[in-house]
């Protein structure tokens, strides 16, 4: 198959050759690799590539992947990185209006009558990209295996190739990107060739708050699979018994070599065996209705997790791959009053919205920035994250499972230009709304937001995403996870604006800033549990209403709390010549036009992580109902 640039133009076209998204779990080859949390299956291509920078399409390198390409006039950029921040492109930032408004007219594929239009985006003068280069030789460890190569993270649309040959094609700019490399992967001197893309049809999904970056801004690795491995893990611990015992199930699907046994072991914190299994291995092996008596439960105050090993070993009996993988039971429910319980009590949400941000970085942030933000966390009562509007990094939901902070994993997609413009509501052009032609690449989203993730037990909400409007598209989202979890609950706001399908979408009644006195009136007669999805915008002088909303907690059961917006201030630091100081810089200060200039500092810390006054606020007020 050959790579066509008029795929950026079609919004049923999102994904070519990539694989299947799958659970996030790490394999390594034995125990000591485990304990060095170093696996030999694994190896790492950040770092410095070449880069070549062109303003639209038309100027890009075309030939640029061949092996005959001559690359010494290519610059040097690190791996993960924005381009912006590089400095070879604007610094944009704006809240609902795509980044293109007042200079190129555009409207979504299949709204208004219209079809695809060809060049919207493949010819798009404003559509920069970016050609990277990597030259590598295979790790000796990982000769022999086969070789997949996953990006965690590439803003917008992008094109893989490896030794001159096309690869793949994926779009999706927040979860993982996998791809097959076995057929043209070398011992030495391999070339492969990525082609980012700042816009395609997936823009019109992508229109978070936030400054408007692009590149290969996460991590990109090797994965060499043993010859008998463990592609995907599933696992639904559940709580029986009046909260007191715990039933395991799981399914292991495999690929390579099936002979052999599979080696299944659970245990507790002090080392304590509470599974020892051992299993022939198939490509499916299914562990059903393990019961333990008086399990140890997860959640906030106490993030109990049990340690799953799962041992592939080969017919002669050698360990070939060895699955680590902690998890913790617990149970979320709704009663038949609306209250929503955590095993058994009810759940209170002390919860920010956290866009992920690095004041030099973007959103290439570090494991350090994620382990500061947690401690933020505990040190401020907060006990709950939504990751607005897109996944987080994989590693994100390790440090929630450990710490006991409860997840509301979102989708990657918001859609808000596409219906609103400058504070009217017009939805003529909403994607995806009910047009059969986005459903698919937004259903393919809900798929791997769940798939890659499945398996963490903070996550108790599986959300949408946000502000784009709402159809029969999304409501295919919701049965997507309604059909794959029944342990979790589903979330979406927008449904309001198409009320028809409030029985099809989002279990909870979720609202953004909406008033403590409206808040009451509905708690009057509820239908459904209430969260505040956002509140308290703590832009500026702010938060000083908060009390306001915890009375509400104390006075009906219905409401859960809510998701302060939000964690974070989304700036810049940047040197100033005039004063000759670092300083931070909000949306307007890189002369972007149009932008909306300081509302990406919302925060309740500075980019720099510096808390604000508010915090104060939000850790006296959290603390009443820690």
Known sequence: MKANIKWLDDPEVFR????????????????????NHSSSFKQSLNGAWQFHFSKDPQSRPIDFYKRSFDSSSFDTIP??????????AQNQYTNILYPWESKIYRKPAYTLGRGIKDGDFSQGKDNTVGSYLKHFD?????????????????????????????????????????????????????????????????????????????GIFRSVELLALPRTHLMDLDIKPTVVNDYHDGVFNAKLH???????????????????????????????????????????LWDNYDPYLYQLIIEVHDQDGKLVELIPYQ??????????????????????????????WDAKRGRSITL?????????????????????HYPNQIPWYYLCDQNGIYMMAENNLESHGTWQKLGQVEATSNVPGSIPEWREVVVD???????????????LFWSLGNESYAGSNIAAMNKFYKDHDSSRLTHYEGVFHAPEFKKEISDLESCMYLPPKEAEEYLQNPKKPLVECEYMHDMGNSDGGMGSYIKLIDKYPQYMGGFIWDFIDQALLVHDPVSGQDVLRYGGDFDDRHSDYEFSGN????????????????????????
């Open 368 to 388: 350090a920035d994620m382990k500061q933000d947690i401690a933020t966390f505990k040190h401020n009562n907060i006990n709950a994250v939504r990751t607005c």
């Open 138 to 214: 295979l790790n000796p460890a990982l000769a022999g295996h086969d070789i997949h190569i996953q990006f965690e993270g590439v803003e917008r649309a992008m094109y893989v190739y490896l030794n001159g040959h096309f690869i793949g094609y994926a779009e999706d700019s927040f979860t993982p990107s996998e791809f097959d490399l076995t057929p043209y992967i070398q011992a030495k001197d391999n070339i492969l060739a990525v082609e980012v893309f700042k816009h395609s049809t997936a823009s019109w999904l992508e229109d978070q708050d936030m400054f408007r970056f692009s």
């Open 445 to 459: 989203r809900a798929r791997s937001n769940y798939e890659t993730f499945k398996n963490h037990t903070a996550i």
């Open 79 to 88: 791996v993960p990185s924005e381009i912006e921040l590089n400095g070879y």
């Open 327 to 356: 998890f913790g039971f617990r149970k979320i429910e709704t009663t038949k009053d609306h209250v929503v319980l955590l095993n058994g009590k009810r759940l209170i949400i002390n919860g920010v919205n956290r866009h992920e």
């Open 254 to 296: 495999f690929m390579g070599k099936t002979s052999g046994n599979v080696h299944v072991l659970i245990e507790d914190i002090d080392g304590k065996t509470l599974l020892n299994k051992k299993l022939p291995l198939k490509s499916t092996v299914e562990i059903e209705n393990e019961t333990f008596a008086n399990v140890h």
């Open 603 to 626: 925060g309740l810390m500075f980019a720099d992580r510096t808390p604000k006054p508010a915090m104060q606020e939000v850790r006296y007020y959290y603390g009443l109902h820690k």
């Open 16 to 35: 070519i050759n990539q694989l299947p998204a799958h659970s996030d779990h790490p394999f390594y080859k034995d125990y000591r690799e485990w304990q």
